[in-house]
Nanobody
Framework: EVQLVESGGGLVEPGGSLRLTCVAS????????MSWVRQAPGKELEWVST????????YNADSVKRRFTISRDNAKNTLYLQMNRLETEDTAVYFC?????????RGQGTQVTVSS
């Protein structure tokens, strides 16, 4: 059974930073691309970033690319998302997902709230 458990979310002021972590189990993590997606209140699921099995990252938009960094540790079956210079528009539930889309296998999510 695929299991993805996210953590690291919270309340942060604009300009702050958070590091999200996703621990994977139930599949061979090292051979899959992995992604972060997010869902803001009242909005559809939005792709944030994907990292290939070999560690090559892609990002949804230039603004995210300049502020967020996706990484992985295949030895620990763990995916990360370092988020810097957070903006109120980044407020959402963040999910890690197996693969690059359509993100059927996702964790339960971790809430990120950016507010002063």
């Amino acid at each position: 059974e695929v299991q993805l458990v996210e953590s690291g979310g919270g309340l942060v002021e604009p300009g702050g930073s958070l590091r999200l972590t996703c621990v994977a189990s139930g599949f061979t993590f090292s051979i899959y691309d992995m992604s972060w997606v997010r869902q803001a209140p009242g909005k559809e699921l939005e792709w944030v970033s994907t990292i290939t099995d070999r560690g090559v990252p892609t990002y949804n938009a230039d603004s995210v690319k300049r502020r967020f960094t996706i990484s992985r540790d295949n030895a620990k079956n763990t995916l990360y998302l370092q988020m810097n210079r957070l903006e109120t528009e980044d407020t959402a539930v963040y999910f890690c997902a197996r693969g690059g889309g359509p993100f059927r296998h996702r964790g339960q999510g971790t809430q990120v709230t950016v507010s002063s």
